[in-house]
């Protein structure tokens, strides 16, 4: 009865999902959720066509929706209650849910028909419907009935009930209808499974015929054909979503397992607990002699110890053997190499636990090395930065994933935030806590290797003073193109004029290959409205607008000249791809009329070089209206508009025409601005006031 129960809920729960708005049930209110289910003629409203969601629901209207709901069986049997007979209009909802083992009776032979429902045992119903396991270890606060505490934790946990202060209270429609749509919520769809294979004796795998998101547990049940159950331990969704990995207790090997989906039953034979052969999966140099072979399991002492088991070509010698503690690690040393001798191991009869024999491996190589040189600390080139970095130089270059670990550095006092290598190998940049004025700190550093593999003696004293209000560093975030000639730069922080000013962009490679600069030049400004971003304009010669940067391509720049800009592992380099947008030049969009003598003027672009001869102004089909001067007086001053004063007053509703003469130019200087379409002049018409 509970499987045909589950399997008629999520049917409902199906045809539910097909009538809900895009955004889901999580997203309607408790009156959409209560509309939804009136359609589906599970739950009715009143006379007046209203819900009463906030009044309580008896137990014979609470059976009646499970009977619709669950789609229970008619019954005509004997009447269970004295109080509900067969003349009762609930009778055979009453009757179907006493069958189905869901409500029972209040004592006495009587089901107690019009008492409301609790909010205690709406969760025991739920419990029920849903076929889950009691879980008598989830905590709550509130007034609880002993006999319901399990049931409501149970459907706390599920998400079917909200917290209370009191479980005891009557259960309101409201609640009951919040109650079913979290049911549906958290049971989802049925899964459409294509077969079930067991991987090992604790791992099955349920492939899917379509993608899943989610897989509860509850959702699966397993036992062997001996009647033993099988917990479920674990479900995970595969990353495609197209199966399902369920990690179980232990099978019994080579028994018929019965695995139980969303109410069906698929079978399978458990396999034997080990039958794969164990593999090398990694081969590492740990110093110039020594090295590590690690197994894909645990493997057995007696192989992974016999010398016998491994060889080196060209006479190279195997000096000792320690298998790990994990039994998943053999750790070798070698006699002395020859420099940038090719050196082929072969590794043969390794068995694992189990008694499987590995494949022979004989791809395996190293190349010889008789650097037995501990790599040093230079004194001299320790130092603390302006901006509180520390500065650690090498004698030579060391293993670069040791060098950043964070642990292999300790200070006094201070935490180590972070650790970089330089591109070269040998510097490391070390970033601390806050530091404190007057204060001496001590550096130890310890346990970094060179490149083949030596470790560094432990360097302990290297002394520097705080720095207690460091230069902040700077960080490049991104490149992007404007248009054909100009890039904009954006920084994580604010910048100064100094840096705006000294900024250098160096182009390095146009789809992968070089780029040579010569005969560019640039101009720099700040992006309006942002100290953050830089404007970069370039021309190339006698080209003032030429196309640098096209549509398809992908470009790399370096930043430099920007005071404590982060440079370490290319991080002032940023990729950007190119454009279609063309540097449009310059021209007057706008004329806006202040007074009878005074007219504004408005660029499309910042321009500099603005003097009063470059514009003319004429009465429409008149005469010339001269112009006495520009206020800016400023040919060298960037700006984005100028205001003109005429030399006598204008003529009300008198329309005017402004046309331009070359000599203007944008902020760099490179492009002139527009004063022509074609042959025809550019002209602003407007209105004297």
């Known amino acids: 009865m509970m499987r045909k129960i589950a399997l008629a809920l999520l049917a409902l729960s ?64 004997t009447p269970s209650f004295v109080d509900v007979l067969k003349t009762r209009w609930s009778f055979t909802a009453v009757q179907a849910v ?21 909010v205690e045992e709406l969760a025991t119903v739920l419990m029920k419907i849903n076929n889950v396991p009691a879980n008598p270890n989830v905590g709550f606060v509130g007034k609880v009935s002993a006999w319901a505490k399990v049931a409501v934790g149970t459907a706390l946990s ?80 595969g990353g495609d979503g197209m199966s399902v990995l369920l990690t179980t207790g232990y099978q019994i090997e080579n028994r018929t397992h019965y695995l139980t989906i969303d109410g069906k039953a698929w079978t399978y034979v458990s396999p034997r607990s080990d039958m794969a052969k164990p593999t090398i999966t990694a081969f590492d140099r740990v110093t110039a002699r ?48 020859s420099d940038n001798v ?83 190998g040998r510097t490391v940049t070390l970033r601390t806590s806050a530091q404190q004025d007057k204060t001496v700190y001590s550096l130890t550093v310890s346990g970094i290797p060179d490149l083949a593999g030596n470790v560094m003696d432990t360097k302990s004293g ?20 404007v248009n054909e000639n100009t890039i904009e730069i954006t920084f994580d922080r604010d910048i100064k004029d100094t840096d705006v000013g000294s900024l250098a962009v160096t182009i390095l490679k146009d789809n992968g290959a070089n780029v040579s600069m010569a005969g560019w030049s640039k101009y720099a400004v700040r992006k309006p409205g942002t100290n953050r971003v830089v404007a970069v304009q370039f021309r190339t010669g006698t080209d003032p607008n030429p196309g640098l940067f096209q549509p398809g391509h992908v470009y790399t720049a370096r930043v430099t000249g920007v005071s404590s800009l982060i440079s370490q592992d290319g991080a002032n380099e940023s990729a950007f791809a190119g454009t279609i947008a063309a540097n449009e030049a310059p021209y007057a969009k706008q004329v806006i009329v202040l007074n009878r003598t005074t007219i504004k003027v408005v660029f499309s672009e910042p321009v500099k070089n603005v003097n009063e001869p470059y514009f003319v102004l004429k009465e429409q089909g ?48 490179f492009n002139g601005w527009k004063t022509k379409n074609g042959n025809e002049d550019i002209g602003l018409l407007f209105t004297g006031i």
């Open 290 to 337: 020594v090295y590590v072979l690690t197994f894909s399991e645990p493997v057995d002492n007696k192989t992974a110890t016999n010398a016998e088991n491994y060889s080196f070509s060209s006479g190279l010698k195997i000096t000792t053997l320690q298998l790990s503690s994990d039994k998943r690690q053999v750790t070798f040393s070698t006699s002395n190499q």
């Open 98 to 118: 006493r069958s189905a083992g869901i409500m029972v009776g209040k004592g006495g032979n009587r089901f107690e028909p019009t008492a409301p429902v609790k």
């Open 622 to 669: 008149g005469d010339t209206v001269s112009i006495a001067h520009d206020e800016l007086n400023n040919t060298g001053a960037v700006v984005t508009e100028v205001t003109l004063k005429l030399t006598k007053d204008m003529t009300p509703g008198l329309v005017y025409n402004l046309t331009f003469k070359p000599g203007i130019t944008d902020a760099a200087g």
């Open 462 to 481: 290297l002394l520097f003073g705080g720095i207690s209000n460091p230069i902040l560093p700077v960080k490049l975030q991104s490149i992007a193109a």
């Open 342 to 424: 090719r050196y082929w191991l072969t590794v043969k009869n390794v068995k694992d636990l189990a008694g499987n024999v590995m494949d022979t491996r004989t791809d395996l190589s190293i190349v010889g090395n008789n650097d037995a040189i501990k790599p040093t600390i230079i004194d001299s080139e320790f130092k603390v930065n302006a901006d509180a970095s520390l500065t650690v130089k090498f004698s030579e270059k060391v293993n670069r994933d040791i060098a950043v670990q964070a642990g292999r550095y300790s200070i006094n006092g201070l935490a180590i935030v972070s650790a970089s290598l330089d591109n070269e």
């Open 158 to 237: 599920k998400g079917w009930i909200s917290p209370r202060n009191d479980y005891t209270v009557n259960a309101t429609r409201g609640v009951l209808v919040d109650a079913i749509y979290a049911v549906y919520t958290g049971w989802g769809s049925a899964l459409d499974v294509k077969s079930v294979e067991g991987l090992n004796v604790q791992t099955v795998r349920v492939n899917l015929k379509a993608k899943t998101e989610s897989a509860d547990i509850g959702r699966f049940s397993l036992r062997d054909d001996l009647g033993n159950v099988v917990p479920i331990i674990l479900a995970t969704v």
């Open 14 to 77: 199906l045809l539910l999902g097909l009538a809900l708005p895009a955004a889901g049930a999580a997203t309607l209110t408790t009156e959409e959720k209560f509309q939804v289910l009136k359609r589906q003629g599970i739950m009715t409203g009143f006379e007046d066509g209203s819900s009463r969601l906030n009044e309580s629901m008896s137990r014979e209207q609470f059976a009646t929706v499970l009977y619709k709901l669950l789609e229970l069986p008619h019954s005509n049997t």
